[in-house]
């Protein structure tokens, strides 16, 4: 090999490095300051004032920051973006093992404060007042933050479940928003039957609404109190649980619901398409689509959305998916201090007007929820319709909370393996259900719990 | 004495970059951290754990039977174009040797990206080829051939430049002695150049079982747009990745990660065993 072309190849090799430095570039302040140290993503307003780190990503979380920052003279907060979701999880777990790293006050989400709370990562705000703002908050979003009398985080933002669906296929086949899921079922065949696109999804690699929808049935699958943190019980191939997994089961096996990845380009494109009739989704999701091009092009104006499908109608049951708090952790210098900010922070009025304006959250908080603003507000996204006053707003105040996972990510982890099953036609509902079982009976003895 | 001071900047980074990770995970790997239970000493309680966790020796009989069809692939791929290469000298010989090497020196994320999006059923070129009926390269039937395709697209170039520096070490003069003797260039490549170059072959067999064997980067790339099909226990490289920052247990995935050392190792040790007789450069 001659000189000119080892010095071409070089050189190419450079730029390519050079190209994906750029790439990872985002990253490089956030990875730069762990706990106290480092820079701040927004400037301190009184340097005088003590300094509590925070590691949250929603995309306006600078606002808020900047909003507090600005009307405390008592306390500061220096805000780092550590990653969304599973990568802030990983930073915080590797804090967590190594014992030092990790910020005062950590924002996760919903179903992952019992991951961290199990590992005595997160401080108890029973402790340093929470019971002050529970008020602020409906009686199913306290509980999912609660464990027995302990209380890990305090809420921002929720996910109420609904059906968002397309008018446009709706009309085209002859369709009205089913109400129950034997309904859902029957129209998906009528679409099918008609040459229309497919009813709906089955996505293995988000297996929580999935969850989150046998808990719709009455299912518990997980039991246990902080209090006992090592006894706990696990229930997740209850009938309940089989009856809703079989049924979605039955739907993919029909041919009539995709089995297609979610929060994927994929999937989005396919959304936008017209693809799937109705997208089975939490209060975030019109935001979520928002920002990744949905409601903008062909497909304006053809979104609604209708209160979740129901297994008895006599007794409408609403459930969550998603949804974020502040915890603290139990490395904070200062637990009183960094309780205050999680408790103040993304509370105040400004802040969460600029959340859900922007579309970002769906605040829980009821000074927000009974707001006329807010209840009469018309969305764009859904051509008008009042969806908070129609759907999210009663889906909330009727949501009664649930027990997550104490091992989230390997339950999901697992259950996604067990969905690609059923999309693959390799098991039913209810024998992906067992198996699921009897891994998680394993992994928790494994892990040094008791079964009851 | 002078010579450790010469030795001392390459010994300081081997110590603590490698040797203190490696004696660090290996006591990890000693304990074990339940959720419920805290830390305990656990002996080699943990490996024997390893070599009956069905999702361990699922990824270690995923890598061999991937390392089988994957590695004459592209020592096929590479052989053959090195060979052709070297018996041309036109100004496309160089363009083409040029473009066989680049898809080495786009970093191996790149490329399964950019795999990613070609495989894609929606926007993808197969899928405007073929329209519905197209098919996923990353379905649970197709993805050890959609894998095999970037894993040979990735590393075919590589092994082409080592196989052609080792051809241009030939002397001529016995291509020549060869040509009056009357033999066909065919005759050339597979009998003379091929038996020369025996040496850079086994060179790059070792490699290309060592990399196989801890297969990592593209599945681990590729797992978010598979639809499931890609577990997190593909490979034992992935299962221990995942189980330290995803699963949160360090101490088992230490002990897996010692677990496929020793399996390379075993791996490695009977290949060169095997060819101890041609391979002349571990002596």
Redesign the interface.
């Known amino acids: ?2 000189k000119k ?1 080892m010095t ?2 070089f050189g ?2 450079t730029v ?2 050079s ?2 430095a750029c790439g990872g570039g985002g990253d490089g302040e956030a990875a730069a300051s762990g706990g106290g140290g480092g820079s701040c993503s927004v400037p301190i307003a009184n340097a005088d004032a003590p300094v509590v780190s925070v590691w949250a990503w929603y995309p306006n979380m600078k606002t808020v920051v900047e909003n507090f920052n600005d009307t405390h003279t008592d306390v500061q907060v220096c805000l780092t973006n550590a990653g969304q979701g ?1 990568d802030e999880y ?1 930073k915080f ?2 804090a ?2 190594a014992g030092r790293g990790a910020p005062d006050v950590i924002m996760l989400e919903t179903d992952t404060v019992p991951v961290f709370a ?2 005595e990562a997160l401080v108890d705000l029973s402790e340093h007042g929470a019971s002050e703002v529970e008020g602020n908050f409906g009686e199913g979003a306290w509980r999912d933050v609660s464990s027995g009398d302990a209380v890990y985080g305090i809420p921002i933002d929720g996910g109420p479940m609904a059906m968002m669906y397309r008018q446009d296929v709706f009309d085209q086949y002859g369709i009205t928003p089913p109400t129950t899921w034997d309904e859902y079922r029957a129209a998906a065949e009528e679409l099918k039957a008609a040459g229309g696109p497919l009813m709906g999804d089955l996505p ?2 988000v297996p929580a609404p999935t969850v989150a929808l046998m808990q719709q049935n009455g299912a518990e699958p997980w039991t246990y109190d902080s209090a006992n ?2 006894e706990l019980e696990i229930d997740l191939n209850s009938p309940e649980s089989k009856e809703v997994l079989d049924y979605w089961a039955g739907l993919v096996e029909d041919g009539l619901i995709g ?3 979610q929060f ?3 999937y989005i ?2 959304a936008i398409n017209g693809d799937y009739a109705t997208y089975i989704s939490a209060a975030w999701a019109p935001g979520y689509l928002t920002g990744a091009g949905a409601g903008e092009g062909a497909d304006a104006g053809t979104w609604r959305v209708a209160p979740l499908p129901q297994w008895d109608p006599a007794n409408p049951v609403s459930v969550n998916w998603g949804g974020s708090v502040l915890a603290v952790t139990s490395q904070a210098e200062d637990p009183e201090l960094a309780a205050q900010v999680a408790m103040e922070l993304y509370a105040d009025e400004p802040s969460l007007t600029d959340g859900w304006t922007s579309q970002t959250i769906f605040p829980l908080n009821q000074s927000v929820l009974n707001s006329q603003e807010f209840i009469d507000h018309q969305s764009d996204f859904f051509d008008g319709q009042t969806a908070n006053k129609d759907v999210y707003i009663p889906a909330a105040n009727a949501y009664e909370g649930s027990t997550y996972s ?2 989230g ?2 339950f999901y ?1 697992q259950f ?2 067990e ?2 099953a059923i ?2 036609g390799e098991k039913t509902g209810s024998e992906a259900l067992d198996d699921l079982q009897a891994e998680m009976e394993a992994y928790a003895e ?5 079964l009851n | 004495m002078v010579g450790w001071l010469f030795l001392a900047p390459f010994a300081v980074v081997f110590l603590l970059f490698l040797v203190g990770p490696l004696v660090y995970a290996f006591y990890l790997s000693l304990f074990t951290n339940g959720l419920a239970t805290g830390e305990e000493f656990a002996g080699l309680a943990n490996y024997s754990r390893a070599f009956t966790d069905p999702a361990f020796l699922s990824g270690v009989w995923f890598v061999v039977r991937f390392a089988i069809v994957v590695i004459p692939a592209q020592m096929l791929v590479a052989l053959v174009a090195a060979l052709v290469l070297d018996s041309l000298t036109s100004r496309f010989a160089k363009f083409s040797r040029l473009m066989i090497f680049v898809p080495y020196a786009i970093p191996a994320v790149i490329g399964a990206v950019l795999w990613g999006f070609l495989y894609s059923p929606n926007f993808g070129p197969l899928e405007q080829l073929f329209g519905e009926s197209a098919p996923f390269l990353l379905s649970p039937d197709n993805l050890f051939y959609g894998l095999t395709n970037v894993v040979t697209w990735q590393w075919a170039g590589y092994y082409m430049i080592i196989i052609y520096a080792a051809l241009q070490g030939i002397d001529p003069a016995i291509y020549e002695a060869a040509r009056m003797d009357g033999a066909k260039a065919w005759q050339i490549a597979t009998r003379i150049k091929i038996p020369m170059i025996s040496a850079a072959l086994v060179l790059i067999l070792v490699f290309a079982v060592i990399g196989t064997l801890q297969f990592f980067t593209e599945p681990q790339v590729l797992l978010p747009i598979s639809n499931g099909s890609i577990t997190t226990d593909i490979t034992p490289n992935v299962y221990a990745f995942n189980l330290a920052f995803r699963f949160a247990q360090f101490n088992y995935a230490s002990a897996i990660s010692f677990a496929l050392g020793i399996v390379v190792f075993i791996g490695v040790y009977v290949f060169l065993f095997l060819t101890r007789k041609r391979g002349g450069f571990l002596k």
Do not use: K, Y
């Not at chain 1, 494994?446 to 008791?450: A, R, W």
């Open positions: 090999m001659n072309i071409a190849l190419a090799g390519m490095t190209l994906t599973a990983a777990q590797t967590v093992s199990l590992q293995a690699n943190p090592t089995t297609q990845d994927t380009t994929e494109s396919g104490p091992f990510t390997t982890a996604t393996e969905i690609a999309n693959a494994q892990q040094g719990f008791t």
